[in-house]
């Protein structure tokens, strides 16, 4: 499975008011496919699990051929962040602490925790045990970086076999126990049983990435702090990774997107432009994090310039940190402006806000540019590359 990096390690960005305003763009849509429901991660930094989570929800969606909405999967997020944040716990205390202990993650964390753990519906587990309805994890956060950070200590000079169960506690304490069973739609589950039941085969989840410091057709881990699972990425021409997402959704598939959004262009209002300008810094929600305040002004413009790509452009952006592990998001469709120019289709987890409801339209200069990488079903992927990487 694909690493894709993203959320939770990053500084803050702040930004000036927006330098695009949607009133300026026509869309039309080339091709839209299924999804769930937008929803909000708030004030924590899982990004990584609700992109991902919405992605195989849309997997289910196609694999299902399901048409009516109510009967569309809705996945729990923090079942699947409760059990990622011990096994990184697990791993962090036998390293050492020589780890990133956050909140941010991978696309592959999920795709581990599905095959390990399993999945529960959203009616059933909401892991908010604190008094939230949405979540907030900044004390969660710093009572488990904590906690594994005295064991790693080891002051008794000899660890006990006792410690893992601290970090269940501190789970229960703050999110509620999982569930060992429940129910949708009238049939009873385990975890386990209700991932078998989805109609997916999670082994046909594969990423993708585009740089030139690994050779092409190889796979390797991206070395970023939050793909603490070290799941590798194949390495594909510039060319090829933009014909990859082409071809997914061309055939009905969609994309768990992880990437930089630190970028100006990137803005509150529902639209990435790759533009030439710099970023200015703040704190608050993820949202805020990224793209500012809600009372910004934007200051109309007529469809802005952006920058043109190149594999060397896209390699030095990595090299020099200027493209960074910020977001990850779900692409499912692509549309044109009034100039026929491409853009992405994107849903992200901010709640319902800007000018499309929580949806963004992405450039494919962004897309080119500031993408780290990619989760995709393999049988997405054009059979000529497949064999290039010698994947079946």
């Not at 601290?166 to 991932?195: H, K, R, W």
């Not at 939050?226 to 997402?245: G, H, K, M, Q, Y």
């Not at 993820?286 to 009372?295: I, L, S």
């Amino acid at each position: 499975m694909a690493a894709v990096l993203v959320s939770g390690a990053a500084i803050a960005q702040n930004r000036p008011a927006a330098p695009v305003d949607p009133k300026d763009y026509q869309f039309t849509t080339v091709k839209e496919l299924p999804i769930t429901p937008v929803k909000n991660q708030f004030r924590s930094g899982t990004c990584w699990c609700f992109s991902t989570l919405s992605f195989l929800e849309s997997e289910v969606i196609k694999a299902k051929n399901l048409k009516d909405p109510a009967l569309y999967p809705d996945f729990s997020e923090m079942f699947v962040v409760r059990k990622a944040y011990y096994d990184r716990a697990i791993k962090y205390v036998r390293l050492n602490g020589k780890l990133q202990f956050s909140a941010g993650s991978d696309f592959g964390d999920v795709i581990e925790v599905a095959k390990t753990y399993g999945l529960i519906d959203q009616n059933a587990y909401s892991g908010l045990q604190y008094g939230y309805d949405l979540p907030v994890q900044g004390e969660l956060d710093a009572v488990l970086a904590g906690y594994v950070g005295a064991v790693v200590k080891n002051p008794n000079r000899k660890l006990t076999s006792v410690w893992p169960k601290g970090v269940e506690g501190i789970l229960d304490a703050y999110m509620g126990e999982a569930p060992e069973t429940f129910s949708v739609n009238g049939v009873s589950y385990t975890p386990q049983s209700y991932c078998q039941s989805l109609g997916i085969n999670l082994d046909d989840y594969i990423g993708f990435t585009s740089y030139t410091h690994h050779p092409f057709y190889t796979a390797f881990a991206m070395e970023v702090e939050d793909n603490w699972r070290w799941t590798p990425s194949w390495n594909v021409p510039l060319d090829e990774f933009i014909a990859i997402i082409d071809n997914a959704v061309d055939k009905g598939y969609t994309v768990a997107w992880g990437g930089d959004v630190s970028e100006t262009g990137f803005t509150r209002n529902g639209l990435a432009i790759l533009l030439d300008t710099e970023n200015a810094a703040t704190s608050g929600s993820d949202q805020e994090r990224w793209v500012g305040k809600a009372d910004e002004a934007a200051p109309a413009k007529p469809l802005a310039k952006e920058m043109e790509v190149t594999q060397e452009s896209r390699q030095l952006m990595f090299d020099e940190k200027t493209s960074t592990d910020d977001h990850g998001m779900h692409l499912y469709g692509i549309a044109k402006d009034q100039n026929g120019n491409k853009y992405y289709l994107i849903k992200n987890s901010w709640g319902v806000t800007g000018a499309y409801d929580g949806l963004w339209y992405m450039s494919e200069n962004f897309v080119k540019a500031k993408t780290l990488n990619i989760m995709i079903n393999k049988n997405a992927v054009p059979k000529d590359i497949l064999k290039k990487l010698g994947v079946k």
